[in-house]
């Protein structure tokens, strides 16, 4: 097998301690397995470890309250309409 050149993580993927601990592990499983170092999965690890850094160092831009609140009185709202359907159907069936 030949060796491929390594994509090494870049910026804050390389100081960071859980991305460097994904890839102790990579390369411990390959110890107890026996295996053979792929250059293909080093690489897709360097890509998700870029990933993992991107989607958690950009913050999520900040909702405005009612935006936020929005789903809690949606699910309300169709609590209360159900609710009262059903009631009306009940009271139909009475008379």
């Given at each position: ?33 026996h ?21 958690l160092?950009d ?37």
């Open positions: 097998m030949s060796e491929a050149p390594e994509r090494a993580p870049s910026g804050a993927a390389a100081a960071d301690p859980q991305a460097r601990e994904l890839r102790q592990r990579y390369e411990r499983q390959l110890a107890l397995q295996l053979q170092r792929d250059p293909a999965q080093l690489d897709a690890l360097a890509r998700l470890e870029e990933l993992r850094t991107r989607l160092s913050p999520l831009p900040h909702l405005p309250r009612w935006v936020a609140a929005l789903p809690c009185y949606t699910v309300g709202s169709l609590g209360a309409f159900w609710t009262i359907q059903r009631a009306a159907v009940l009271l139909q069936s009475l008379s």
